[in-house]
């Protein structure tokens, strides 16, 4: 087709002229279709994965007839800021493998290939994690051809197993609030409560997806039964159960009844313990008061106290007797038995009657 348009041999001088312009144009529609490098069968442009999940991120290529250039393969991460470098973290060039380390990212990652010459050039990792969330890029070059891919990832975390509880009595004509929470999960979470089992003919009450609640402003028995939570987001979903129970009120009658006899016996208990310990208070201080005026009359006086500075002192012994009155007498005589021994004026007063000692109560003995 190219020869026959662009033959001029039937053409004039202008007409010639046209036809050279039309004859490029079509060499170079020509030359696009049969001899650029062309990546194919590259994937979607975004893709979303749960953290742990292994990813594959396509890049299959063919060069054309006219590259013939060493091949050179390249996977790096694009900076969100366009003035800086994007990050390199996988290469293939002269039949080697190269794993950038400088890079964190590049830790598990790998051709999916054994040999990426084949046409092949897709990206392995082994784990995702939040960290891997970002937009890379497949560049394929082979002299004059090349050509590059772009691709999003997100790496979202799946819910945990939420946990399910009931606010309120659970009582009938009560208000109950039936909740549910998990603990990690990458947002937006979306919470909905089925029921599972129960009497029929109650309808479930609006309910907060953003929140986990459900909220019953008047709680009966025919809202009693098994509920649901799910939990999920866009990689992933868990669930938790709980029975909800109806129980009726308690009679308020019998609680205030209850109660104020309960608050008279505990008065009575301690009206009784006060009364019990001012008892004894009172016989202690008694006993103590008695046993004060008591006056022991049984007590002896002391075996040897001196009566009197008058006693006569002898150069032999002596026995001296003293009688006295124990509860003050008024007689108070003297005995010797070795009177004889005694000068003459001394015995002739062993007789002699002497004014009475005084007498301490308290001691016991004459003074």
């Given amino acids: 087709m190219f020869r026959q348009v662009c033959d001029g041999s039937s053409f004039n001088v202008s007409s010639q002229a046209a036809m050279f312009v039309l004859c490029l144009a079509i060499a170079f529609t020509e030359l696009q279709r049969t001899g650029a490098m062309e990546l194919v069968d590259t994937g979607p442009q975004t893709m979303m994965k749960a953290q742990g999940e292994s990813v594959l991120l396509g890049c299959r290529y063919k060069p054309g007839p006219a590259d013939t250039g060493a091949l050179d393969i390249e996977w790096s991460v694009v900076s969100p800021d366009t003035t800086q470098k994007d990050q390199m973290l996988l290469s293939y060039s002269g039949g080697l493998v190269y794993v950038h380390s400088e890079n964190p990212l590049s830790q598990g990652m790998t051709f999916a290939s054994p040999d990426p010459s084949s046409g092949d050039a897709s990206l392995s990792i082994a784990a995702v994690s939040p960290a891997h969330s970002a937009t890379y890029q497949c560049k394929v070059k082979k002299s004059p051809g090349v050509d590059a891919h772009k691709l999003s990832l997100l790496v979202l975390v799946k819910p945990s197993v ?206």
């Fill in 162 to 367: 939420p946990q399910c509880w009931v606010e309120g009595s659970q009582a009938e004509g009560e208000p109950v609030t039936l909740l549910c929470k998990a603990a990690r999960g990458s947002g937006p979470l979306t919470y909905t409560w089925r029921r599972q089992s129960g009497p029929p003919g109650a309808s479930l009450q609006p309910q907060e997806s953003a929140s986990g609640e459900l909220r019953i402003s008047n709680h009966s028995q025919s809202h009693g039964g098994l509920y649901l939570c799910e939990v999920k987001n866009a990689v992933g979903s868990e669930q938790c159960q709980l029975h909800l129970r109806a129980s009726k009120p308690p009679n308020r009658a019998a609680v205030i009844v209850g109660t104020v006899i309960g608050c008279i016996l505990l008065l009575l208990i301690l009206l009784l313990f006060i009364a019990v310990l001012y008892w004894k208070l009172r016989s202690r201080h008694s006993y103590d008061k008695d046993l004060s005026n008591d006056i022991r009359e049984d007590v002896p006086p002391p075996e040897s106290r001196p009566v009197s500075r008058r006693t006569t002192r002898s150069s032999g012994p002596s026995h001296h007797h003293v009688t006295y009155d124990p509860l003050g007498g008024t007689e108070l005589s003297w005995s010797d038995d070795l009177h004889s021994e005694l000068p003459s004026d001394l015995a002739s007063s062993k007789n002699q009657v002497h004014s009475p000692p005084l007498y301490d109560r308290k001691y016991g003995y004459a003074v």
